[in-house]
């Protein structure tokens, strides 16, 4: 089963445009969603959100002793553990900046950026980005995590500008998307509300006091190499993961960006995210962060209740809900050859398209 396929049926470009305008006309509700949720799905677990941070904690240390001694052949699966245990880092510090993995804010704070500093994300900087595209997911110009390119903007960049993002996602480099998002959009704390830079300031500041302790010490001996195998390595595995669970979660060729006086907030957080299975391994060490649709019901809802959450909207919802799919090498070649551009109102269409209608 493809991502391009709503309840088992391949559908033609016309279909999928009327598909869209009805989802858009919908006057389905979000609040009615959230009711007919168990309100155990609300419910925070201090021992669950505990032993799933300890447990991060462990598989990290773990990756980082099997990445210590193995031989250079196993280095390659040492990089893969140890950057998906990593990404576990980060949902944990994901629960921590939608307040769910404690109920007082300071835990959450606290236990946000010591996550989330190994990562070099400023953790009140991505929290408050992250929480506008919750706001504003599948909308189209608004939503500031992975969104479409329209044609009109794409004509209006440079050649250079044109020929890399042709190449980025022609060339099926997906995987790096996150390393661009995390150095243009984090860092600068003028980019924020006045209310807001306080928080960004300190977070930034946090990171980087992290940096200018560990990196030299790690240098310092393990030499050049070792900061490369111990640390950016690992965290271009991190956003290998990133990357792709980002894309993947809004990304079909059937999935509507909608214009705002089109957009339907309850459909757009349904219809327009997408449950994908990955490994098992893949589940167990990211904390279910991928049994996605349920996250953007409500980001109340703790992670480790995401599954029982899903199960009820499967069963109460499920005629709204995209297809599943599951997390392969022909599934990001399908998304990469058909997500390129995005007309409005339309839908999706590959740079050959555009180029055959100049």
């Not at 629960?95 to 500093?117: E, I, Q, T, Y």
């Amino acid at each position: 089963m493809t991502t391009t396929s709503i309840k088992n049926e391949t559908f033609g470009r016309d279909e999928i445009n009327r598909t869209s305008t009805d989802l858009g006309n919908s006057d389905l509700r979000l609040k009615d969603i959230i009711k007919s949720l168990p309100k155990e799905c609300f419910q925070q677990n201090k021992r669950k959100a505990w032993t799933r941070a300890l447990a991060s904690v462990f598989m990290v240390a773990l990756s980082y002793f099997f990445l210590a001694i193995a031989p250079w052949y196993l280095l390659p699966l040492a990089w893969i553990f140890t950057g998906t245990a990593l990404t576990g880092f980060f949902v944990i510090g994901h629960d921590c900046g939608h307040r769910s993995f404690a109920k007082r804010r300071w835990v959450n704070d606290l236990v946000g950026h010591l996550f989330m500093m190994p990562l070099i994300y400023p953790f009140h900087s991505w929290r408050i980005k992250h929480n506008y595209h919750h706001k504003h997911t599948n909308k189209l110009d608004e939503d500031n995590a992975w969104h479409p390119i329209r044609p009109e903007v794409f004509s209006l960049w440079d050649k250079t500008r044109q020929f890399a993002y042709e190449g980025f996602i022609s060339n099926r480099l997906w995987w790096v998307g996150s390393v661009g998002h995390w150095a243009v959009v984090h860092f600068d704390w003028r980019n924020f509300k006045t209310k807001d830079q306080s928080s960004i300031k300190l977070s930034v500041a946090v990171v980087a006091l992290f940096a200018a302790v560990v990196f030299p010490t790690l240098i310092a001996t393990t030499g050049i190499w070792g900061f490369v195998k111990f640390w950016v390595i690992p965290w271009l595995g991190y956003h290998f993961w990133m990357s792709t669970f980002t894309i993947v979660h809004h990304t079909a060729a059937d999935v509507p960006f909608k214009v705002a006086d089109k957009w339907n907030e309850a459909l757009a957080q349904l219809s327009g995210t997408i449950h994908c299975d990955y490994p098992a391994w893949v589940e167990f060490l990211c904390h279910d962060i991928n049994v996605h649709v349920p996250h953007h019901i409500s980001t109340a809802i703790p992670s480790y209740n995401l599954r029982l959450a899903y199960n009820s909207i499967k069963e109460n919802w499920g005629d709204y809900l995209h297809d599943e799919c599951q997390f392969s090498w022909s599934l990001m070649k399908e998304i990469t050859d058909q997500c390129q551009l995005y007309t409005t109102d339309v839908g999706y269409k590959s740079f050959k398209e555009y180029y055959a209608e100049q």
